[in-house]
């Protein structure tokens, strides 16, 4: 299994990412999948995550209306659409798979750093 994310950078507050987390080793399609963050000093927060059919998604309150999740099957890779970004997004973002039928996570990625200036 391996997850590879990818889209980090430097951005101005209010500007815009687009994260990729390119997975392989699995049938990506039959997993529950997530995006987690650790900003620097703090513990990780579960960011959003997003159900086997593709269709359901969960945010967290800190996010919503601002970010996306989505898939592409096709391409076995994961999304992550952020939007109106904030000085308080600045973390280091992790693509994580969950295990069957739970949210507990048995893979991660590397992380892509995000950093928002004021």
């Known amino acids: 299994v391996q997850l590879v994310e990818s889209g980090g950078a430097m951005v101005q507050s209010g500007g815009s990412l687009r994260l990729s987390c390119v997975t392989s080793?699995?049938?990506?399609?039959?997993?529950?999948m997530s995006w987690v963050r650790q900003a620097p000093g703090k513990g990780p927060e579960w960011v959003s995550g997003?159900?086997?059919?593709?269709?359901?998604?969960y945010y967290a309150d800190s996010v919503k209306g601002r970010f996306t999740i989505s898939r592409d099957t096709a391409k076995n890779t994961l999304y992550l659409q952020m939007n109106s970004l904030k000085p308080e997004d600045t973390a280091l973002y992790y693509c994580?798979?969950?295990?069957?039928?739970?949210?507990?996570?048995?893979?991660w990625g590397q992380g892509t750093q995000v950093t928002v200036s004021s």
């Open positions: 997003l159900n086997t059919g593709g269709v359901t998604t």
């Open positions: 080793g699995f049938s990506f399609s039959s997993y529950r």
């Open positions: 994580a798979r969950s295990v069957p039928s739970s949210w507990l996570v048995d893979y």
